[in-house]
């Protein structure tokens, strides 16, 4: 039995919306609690006892891993376009080209992530 080009993009839609799904499932809720029962944000008057640098590299993090699963799921994206090329070139040029513009994005983001850190520790340096 021929899977026709319409049943195989159904297919694999369904497989990384599958994956992405299990990746956003298999996330641990325990870490949010552990924060939270530090003098985090639900003790006291209500408000975070944290700096604000402290908080905007935890909106940092918490972004960057977002971006991280999206990453992920557009080079899976990718894999499966060439996958299912059927050896046509155009499609596996469109593949290929959507990997490679995945990693370079992710390069990007993390450069920036490195060099956001390199002037936070500049900025405010540790002191001992």
Partial sequence: MKL???ALKRISLATLVASTLFLLASMHPA???DYFDQGGILTGSGLST???TTVALNI???FLGLIGVIDVAIIVYGGFLILFSQGN???VKHGRDTVVWA???SLIIFSALGIV???DSVIF???P
């Fill in 103 to 105: 990693i370079v994005g």
């Fill in 117 to 119: 850190l390199y002037v």
């Fill in 89 to 91: 070139p155009e499609k």
């Fill in 31 to 33: 870490l949010a609690t």
């Fill in 125 to 127: 340096p540790e002191t």
């Fill in 60 to 62: 940092l993090a918490a």
């Fill in 4 to 6: 026709t080009p319409i």
């Fill in 50 to 52: 944290d700096s604000p």
